[in-house]
């Protein structure tokens, strides 16, 4: 098992490589038409969590920025972006918004997906909530008791960690694979001692058990970044749509600093939770449209992981840039392009 690495995110060999920016391939604020035939736009679906940190994605729909050409995008919600990335894979969806942990999991399985962006990474997203009439206050008391988590998710991977870190054995507890809606019910009604998830659930789960309620958190074993995905025949037959859906995500970044009360709503009502719920969890996130070398590293990290357990069958780790799509990003916000790419391999 191979815990995360934040440190020096530039720590690779850079001997043949060539840092792919803004400055380097277009100029900046050069906005490229997209070539080859004009296509008609056709209706986007958006597989989409109803998580706190998929909010520029949730702004850019609520705000008419991605139906900027006339065609109407929709936003399918699903409880994790594990669910939503599934749905894309089997072709209910053109897009999906989901976290790393699922995306490195795909990758292992040689499925078809490109990553456009990366639109929040944070911290603190991620806890483990636990009820003290169980006996839980600190993570030695873990052991023996029963915690919930939903199977390949960041949640996951959270709690695999955060026992690395605090030297807990996974077979010191027992495992309940649940989804973050039966999480809540298994917590309260006393079915599991803790669950490992993430907003807005944690919170949630919080003020439900009140005084009951011990939340674990770790802020510096784990950075999580939320990618938005496509279909790769969605972005070669919709060229001149990727770049509207990435321009609309821009503008997104622009109504959560000119109208954070605006955006906050829009956030709040699709994740279905209070605005003040999602003011006070937009404190110590940072939301971005951007590709750099630490989403590489992270995805990384992710395949190593499910390599070294018994989820996937695969053991060795495929590389991850062709799975990145920088074209469209360099139209759009070439400066927030950082990735270290070979000079002759023509990728991605």
């Not at 139906?67 to 919600?77: I, M, S």
């Not at 025949?233 to 609309?248: K, N, S, T, Y």
């Not at 969890?281 to 630490?294: H, I, M, N, P």
């Not at 074209?327 to 000079?343: A, F, M, N, T």
Request: some cysteine.
């Amino acid at each position: 098992m191979h815990p995360p690495s934040r440190c020096n995110p530039w720590a690779a060999p850079l001997v043949g490589f060539l840092l792919v920016t803004g400055l380097t391939m277009l100029p900046l604020g050069c906005r490229k038409k997209p070539s080859g035939p004009v296509v008609p736009p056709v209706p986007i679906t958006i597989a989409c969590p109803r998580n706190i940190s998929a909010g520029l994605v949730i702004i850019a729909n609520g705000k008419g920025h991605l139906a900027r050409d006339g065609a109407p995008t929709t936003l399918r919600p699903f409880e994790s972006g594990k669910a939503a990335l599934e749905c894309m894979l089997s072709g209910g969806a053109d897009l999906a918004v989901v976290a790393e942990t699922p995306v490195a999991h795909a990758i292992l399985e040689d499925s078809k997906l490109k990553i456009l962006a990366c639109i929040h990474q944070s911290n603190g997203d991620l806890a483990l909530v636990a009820r003290k009439d169980k006996g839980i206050h600190a993570p030695a008391d873990l052991r023996g008791k029963r915690i919930g988590f939903a199977q390949g998710t960041n949640g996951h991977y959270f709690l695999d960690t955060y026992c690395l870190v605090n030297r807990i054995h996974p077979e010191a507890f027992r495992s309940v694979d649940l989804s973050p809606l039966q999480q809540r019910t298994a917590l309260l009604e006393g079915r599991v001692d803790a669950v490992s998830t993430w907003e807005p659930h944690v919170t949630i789960l919080a003020k439900a058990l009140g005084p009951q309620a011990v939340v674990i958190r770790e802020a510096f074993i784990f950075t999580q970044c939320i990618f938005v995905v496509a279909r790769p025949e969605f972005i070669r037959d919709h060229p001149a749509q990727v770049q509207v859906l990435l321009e609309g995500l821009c503008s997104a970044l622009d109504d959560l600093s000119r109208s954070p009360r605006e955006a906050r709503d829009l956030v709040a009502a699709y994740a279905q939770v209070e605005p003040t719920l999602v003011e006070r969890s937009f404190a110590g996130r940072t939301f971005d449209v951007r590709l750099d070398q630490s989403h590489i590293l992270s995805l990384e990290n992710g395949c190593h992981w499910f390599a070294d357990s018994s989820a996937v069958s695969r053991r060795t780790i495929p590389e991850v840039l062709p799975f990145f799509h920088l074209p469209g990003l360099l139209e759009v916000r070439p400066q927030g392009v950082q990735i270290i790419r070979d000079q002759e391999g023509g990728r991605p």
